[in-house]
C-alpha cells in the first residue's frame, strides 16, 4: 500500500469512493434525504465533477492511499480539523485508515496545529477513539445526519 498527495486527476475514483463508501456504512446516521444528499454530493454521475474538484481543492490536507494502482482510502481536510476518511470495505480493519490518520496527523504537526477535530459519523466513533479522539459533545445533528464531535490534541 502507498500513500501518496491527492492530484487533481483522482477526482472521480475519489469521490466515487466517497459516495459508495458512505452508502454502504452511514445509510442509516440521518433523515433519507440528508443521506442521499451527502451521497449525490459526491457522486459524479449526480453533480458536476467541476464542483466536486472545486471543494476537494478547498482542503489542502489530501491524501490518497493506492495498492495495486487501484484507490483503497482517503483522508482529506485542513489542519485542524478531518473532513473525510473512508476505506473501502474490503479493506476495512488492514490498517488503511490508521495509516492515512497518521498521515494527516504528522502533516498537520507540520502546518503549525495543535489539534483536529472531526464530525465522526457513528459508524466511526469507535475507530478514532481507538486513535486518541475524544468525543467532545453528544451526538448532534448536522444537516440532517448523526455526528459525534471529537478532538485529539496533538503532541
Known amino acids: ?27 442509516k446516521e440521518g433523515t433519507k434525504k440528508a443521506v442521499q444528499r451527502y451521497i449525490d454530493h459526491y457522486n459524479p454521475k449526480k453533480n458536476d465533477v467541476k464542483k466536486i474538484k472545486e471543494g476537494f481543492l478547498r482542503t489542502p490536507l489530501f491524501f490518497v492511499a493506492e495498492e495495486n494502482g487501484k484507490f483503497i482510502g482517503i483522508i482529506r481536510g485542513t489542519k485542524n480539523r478531518i473532513v473525510n476518511l473512508f476505506v473501502y470495505e474490503q479493506h476495512h480493519g488492514k490498517g488503511v485508515g490508521k495509516k492515512l490518520l497518521k498521515k494527516f496527523e504528522q502533516e498537520a504537526k507540520k502546518n503549525h496545529s495543535k489539534e483536529i477535530r472531526i464530525r465522526a459519523s457513528l459508524f466511526a466513533i469507535k475507530f478514532y477513539q481507538g486513535a486518541g479522539y475524544k468525543k467532545t459533545t453528544g451526538i448532534l445533528n448536522f444537516m440532517g445526519l448523526k455526528i459525534q464531535p471529537m478532538l485529539k490534541v496533538l503532541n
Do not use: H
Not at 500513500?3 to 454502504?24: C, E, G, H, Q, Y
Open 1 to 27: 500500500m502507498k500513500i501518496r498527495k491527492f492530484k487533481i486527476s483522482d477526482t472521480i475514483p475519489v469521490a466515487n469512493l466517497i459516495s459508495k463508501t458512505f452508502a454502504t456504512f452511514n445509510n
